[in-house]
């Protein structure tokens, strides 16, 4: 027997995503995109609304889906779910506690400081020590695969290995820089350790996770071609390009003197290039699978019958491919800005794309609605409900989720002689900044509706 579905996980990321996550950040938009005062605390938040995205909204949902898919995959069923329980309340307590402390930090002195500060790294002692405890998880899957997930085209074992590292390096790290934050008697981390960290995080937990389950499950169910080429040799050529770009690059951040900065973003051009190939490889952005298969068997079909098949309807499960195709455009826009970026940085050609825009694109872009779209389509499989009570209403979801992105983002990546160089469209740009928070707090209560009946089930 494999384990009953946490939807408790589910749940409970979505309401951190809305009450915490996204709307320290919502706040953080809003105030930049209407020119109000930042305030003291703007770089608490902003980084608090990093860590509670990352670890709270995306950390959560991988956690609870990995724990049934990985098990399935790899026909291992021997990790207790009295852990699994565990992990659950360490996290949730750990990440509680850290919205609260870290949101009131920057207003505290003395005493209350101090007990805040404190707070802060409990939780963060607290969040490292459910990630070692999902490590065995991870591990486990790792070493005890059946032989048949050994096969070089299924093999997903070394995308498994760099999370496990992402994990370890971004839990740990956190509970040193937070102590020290709080001995230093300072209200948030440095800078350029906190960025380098959270690219850390995408690169060696993120994108391998979502990689590894989109191998195996998104060829099954949205029909594509299935993997016919040696996935384990793409994982290694994956670990070893980023290993190395993140040394140099910590080797950078580390030292007053930059050193093989060319090579850095060499090297961050090459692992574009590697995903890129990745999606390329997947023929996931044209969507022609079905129509390609009646092509191939040479049965005749109608140009409205090819329409149809383009744009089919997955019926109890709404059209929840548009969110996994948008995940992968946006995931394949932010990787061409990344590296026409590093292209100018090596031909020291001054332009202005924000590299935070092409960080949301991957975050928000691509992971959040990669996460929602699988969601839809895996979760009412993995409980007695089988499918979406509102299926139609998904169709509204990929709107909002879309436009809250494009908000987020179109100021951040558009350079900014572009926007002054045509009237008023650089103060639309903000002010859309400022709403885009809003719109996915929208869309993040659309998604609970649609999948509250189905969680709930569960519970039952």
């Given at each position: 027997?494999y384990?009953?579905?946490?939807?408790?996980?589910?749940r409970?990321?979505?309401?951190?995503?809305?009450?915490?996550g996204?709307?320290?950040?919502?706040?953080?938009?809003f105030?930049?995109?209407?020119d109000?005062?930042?305030?003291?605390?703007?770089?608490?938040?902003?980084?608090?609304?990093g860590?509670?995205?990352?670890?709270?909204?995306?950390?959560?949902?991988i956690?609870?889906?990995?724990?049934?898919?990985?098990?399935?995959?790899a026909?291992?069923?021997?990790?207790?779910e009295s852990?699994i329980?565990?992990i659950?309340i360490?996290?949730?307590?750990g990440?509680?506690?850290r919205?609260?402390s870290?949101?009131?930090?920057p207003y505290?002195?003395?005493?209350w400081?101090l007990?805040?500060?404190?707070?802060?790294?409990?939780?963060?002692?607290?969040?490292?020590?459910?990630i070692?405890i999902?490590i065995?998880?991870l591990?486990?899957?790792?070493?005890h695969t059946?032989p048949?997930?050994?096969v070089?085209?299924r093999?997903?074992?070394?995308?498994l290995?760099?999370?496990?590292f992402?994990?370890i390096i971004?839990?740990?790290?956190?509970v040193i820089?937070?102590?020290?934050?709080?001995?230093?008697?300072?209200?948030f981390?440095?800078?350029?350790?906190n960025?380098?960290?959270v690219d850390?995080?995408i690169?060696?937990?993120i994108?391998?996770?979502?990689?590894a389950i989109g191998?195996?499950?998104?060829p099954?169910?949205?029909k594509?071609?299935?993997v016919d080429?040696n996935?384990?040799?793409?994982?290694?050529?994956?670990?070893?390009?980023?290993?190395?770009y993140?040394i140099?690059k910590?080797?950078?951040?580390l030292?007053?003197?930059i050193?093989?900065?060319n090579?850095?973003y060499?090297l961050?051009?090459?692992?574009?290039?590697i995903?890129a190939?990745?999606?390329?490889?997947l023929?996931i952005?044209?969507?022609?699978y079905?129509?390609?298969?009646?092509?191939?068997?040479?049965?005749?079909c109608?140009?409205?019958?090819e329409f149809?098949?383009?744009?089919?309807?997955?019926?109890?499960?709404?059209?929840?491919?548009l969110?996994?195709?948008?995940?992968?455009?946006?995931?394949s826009?932010?990787?061409?800005?990344?590296?026409?970026?590093?292209?100018?940085?090596?031909?020291?050609?001054?332009?202005?794309?924000?590299?935070?825009g092409?960080?949301?694109?991957?975050?928000?872009?691509?992971?959040?609605?990669?996460?929602?779209?699988?969601?839809i389509?895996?979760?009412?499989?993995?409980?007695s409900?089988?499918?979406?009570k509102?299926?139609?209403?998904?169709?509204?979801?990929?709107?909002?989720i879309?436009?809250?992105i494009?908000?987020?983002?179109?100021?951040l990546?558009i350079?900014?002689?572009?926007?002054?160089?045509i009237?008023?469209?650089?103060?639309?740009?903000?002010r859309?900044?400022g709403?885009?928070?809003?719109?996915?707090?929208?869309?993040?209560?659309?998604?609970?509706y649609?999948?509250?009946?189905?969680?709930?089930?569960?519970l039952d």
């Amino acid at each position: 027997m494999y384990y009953k579905f946490p939807s408790l996980y589910i749940r409970t990321a979505i309401l951190f995503a809305f009450w915490a996550g996204v709307s320290m950040g919502t706040h953080v938009a809003f105030t930049i995109g209407f020119d109000f005062p930042l305030g003291k605390g703007a770089f608490a938040y902003i980084q608090t609304h990093g860590y509670l995205q990352l670890v709270g909204w995306v950390g959560l949902f991988i956690m609870g889906i990995s724990f049934v898919i990985l098990s399935r995959l790899a026909h291992f069923n021997h990790f207790r779910e009295s852990y699994i329980k565990l992990i659950y309340i360490l996290m949730v307590s750990g990440l509680t506690i850290r919205f609260i402390s870290h949101s009131l930090l920057p207003y505290l002195t003395g005493f209350w400081y101090l007990i805040m500060g404190g707070s802060i790294i409990i939780s963060s002692i607290l969040v490292f020590l459910a990630i070692i405890i999902y490590i065995l998880f991870l591990l486990s899957i790792v070493f005890h695969t059946s032989p048949i997930i050994k096969v070089p085209n299924r093999d997903i074992r070394y995308f498994l290995i760099m999370n496990i590292f992402g994990w370890i390096i971004y839990g740990l790290a956190n509970v040193i820089l937070l102590s020290t934050m709080v001995n230093n008697g300072q209200i948030f981390l440095p800078h350029g350790i906190n960025l380098f960290l959270v690219d850390l995080f995408i690169h060696f937990t993120i994108f391998p996770i979502c990689i590894a389950i989109g191998l195996r499950a998104l060829p099954l169910f949205l029909k594509l071609k299935k993997v016919d080429w040696n996935a384990r040799n793409f994982s290694i050529i994956y670990l070893i390009i980023v290993s190395i770009y993140f040394i140099l690059k910590a080797i950078n951040l580390l030292n007053d003197d930059i050193i093989l900065i060319n090579e850095t973003y060499l090297l961050a051009i090459i692992k574009d290039l590697i995903i890129a190939w990745f999606i390329f490889k997947l023929n996931i952005l044209f969507r022609d699978y079905k129509l390609n298969n009646r092509i191939s068997k040479n049965i005749s079909c109608s140009k409205r019958e090819e329409f149809k098949i383009f744009f089919s309807n997955y019926g109890k499960f709404g059209h929840f491919e548009l969110f996994i195709q948008s995940a992968f455009i946006w995931l394949s826009i932010g990787l061409f800005l990344d590296i026409l970026l590093h292209v100018m940085l090596i031909q020291k050609i001054k332009i202005d794309i924000g590299i935070d825009g092409i960080r949301h694109m991957w975050l928000t872009g691509f992971t959040s609605l990669l996460i929602i779209g699988m969601s839809i389509r895996m979760i009412p499989g993995m409980t007695s409900t089988k499918k979406l009570k509102h299926p139609d209403r998904v169709i509204w979801l990929v709107r909002i989720i879309n436009f809250s992105i494009l908000f987020r983002t179109i100021y951040l990546v558009i350079p900014e002689s572009i926007l002054l160089s045509i009237p008023s469209i650089g103060i639309i740009a903000l002010r859309l900044f400022g709403l885009s928070g809003i719109l996915f707090m929208f869309g993040l209560l659309v998604f609970y509706y649609l999948m509250a009946p189905i969680l709930n089930n569960n519970l039952d």
